[in-house]
């Protein structure tokens, strides 16, 4: 019987899972990890609550929606999905890796979770309100029912930990950068991932000045070079930078200071007004998904989808600013990699960098989109999260076997 793996990633009202099969000759190479079956609880916590699964072909191994009683809270969606995997699996995984939103600024790589690690990751979840608790619901539950399962925590800020310190500050007395008031970034994962693609795929594009967005629900962008990123626009917590979904990008400091002072709002009301009514959703009053916005011949759905694109392009090009120009652009995650308006209208922004884009290999979402003369390439590739922390998993599981 072969070995397997597994890779969860928690949200908010979404539990996301990979497995993965580690070959039959017991080697530990990352590059042999297999595909087997995956899928998502989707909807915790409402009356609209699915189960799906999806197997290496694409068949359908499971389509249901689910009673609220499975769902209720993420707990009781974790309980649905050990259930299923225990049935499934012919006996527990090796590993299970997970996604976890901050790692701070003590935490540049992947790690075995501790309990000295998950107190530490526990200790940033005001930094990640949304995200964190929810990232180590499921490694808490891992450790009650099946401790001897190697947990491993791999963090979204780790991929940018190592950019110039000047990059990572903001205009305040140092003593706050001390305290861990910094810019961190986020989509690590992602980024790892388009950048481990180019170095096997694309070795002169990975070598050059390269903007990848990664533009889904939560949004973000950032300078990779020789692979390493440079700068991102995300900072202290996933609210900054690009619009999102739900939640506003950039925002003046002002106006949360006027919301408390002159609307006497509560931490709580501007959190939930951050995190979950702005953005997209909000600006348009309508919807935070794009596709929807994109359908709607509602003025206020071309407003909010004009205010990305431009947004979105006017931070592209700021990124520019540390490598003195780009070579490339990539397109990835959810509306990056599947909506061609959005990605014509965001290149039409930045045309006097000389980005032209051929329309029909945008539309077709061909690999490279650009059309010869463009003085910098543009890309769609399909990012994948989950193949980069169950390689983690295996990277961690191998040195730990090791040193037994």
């Not at 388009?194 to 096997?200: E, G, H, K, T, W």
Request: hydrophobic share 40%; net charge negative; with cysteine.
């Amino acid at each position: 019987m072969s070995e397997k793996l597994i890779v969860i990633n928690a949200g908010s009202s979404s539990l996301k899972f990979n497995v993965y099969q580690i070959p039959e000759s017991g080697t530990l190479d990352v590059n042999d990890l297999s595909f087997l079956y995956g899928g998502q609880v989707s909807g915790i916590g409402t009356e609209i609550a699915h189960f799906k699964v999806k197997g290496a072909l694409g068949q359908i191994l499971e389509d249901r929606a689910t009673a609220f009683e499975e769902t209720k809270d993420l707990q009781a969606a974790q309980e649905l999905l050990a259930n299923w995997l225990t049935f499934r699996m012919d006996k527990p995984a090796i590993a299970v890796g997970h996604r976890i939103v901050h790692g701070g600024a003590d935490m540049d790589d992947s790690a075995i979770i501790t309990d000295e690690v998950l107190d530490y990751l526990d200790a940033l979840a005001p930094l990640a309100p949304l995200h964190q608790h929810n990232n180590l619901a499921p490694v808490r539950v891992i450790r009650e029912y099946w401790p001897q399962i190697l947990q491993v925590a791999c963090v979204d800020t780790a991929f940018h930990c190592h950019q110039d310190e000047l990059y990572n500050y903001y205009a305040l007395p140092k003593r706050y950068y001390e305290q861990g008031v910094r810019r961190y970034g986020f989509h690590g994962l992602s980024y790892q991932y388009i950048s481990d693609y180019m170095a096997q795929h694309l070795p002169d594009l990975h070598k050059g000045r390269v903007i990848v967005a990664h533009l889904g629900s939560g949004s973000s962008a950032c300078m990779i070079q020789d692979g390493k990123s440079v700068v991102s626009t995300m900072g202290f917590t996933a609210l900054d930078g690009l619009p999102m979904s739900t939640r506003p990008g950039r925002l003046d400091a002002g106006v949360v200071l006027w919301w408390m002072q002159q609307r006497k709002k509560d931490a709580d009301e501007i959190q939930d007004l951050l995190y979950n009514q702005s953005g997209m959703k909000g600006l348009s009053g309508i919807s935070g998904d794009m596709r929807t916005l994109l359908a709607s011949e509602d003025p206020q759905a071309k407003l909010a989808v004009d205010y990305y694109c431009f947004r979105t392009a006017e931070s592209l090009a700021g990124l520019c600013v540390p490598t003195q120009g780009a070579d490339g652009i990539v397109f990835t995650a959810g509306v990056g990699e599947h909506s061609p308006e959005i990605r014509a209208r965001i290149c039409e922004h930045l045309a006097w960098l000389g980005v032209k884009i051929d329309p029909e290999l945008n539309a077709q979402g061909a690999q490279k989109i650009s059309t010869p003369d463009s003085h910098i390439s543009v890309w769609v590739i399909p990012t994948n999260e989950e193949l980069v922390i169950a390689r983690e998993a295996l990277r961690h599981y191998a040195l730990h076997q090791q040193s037994i």
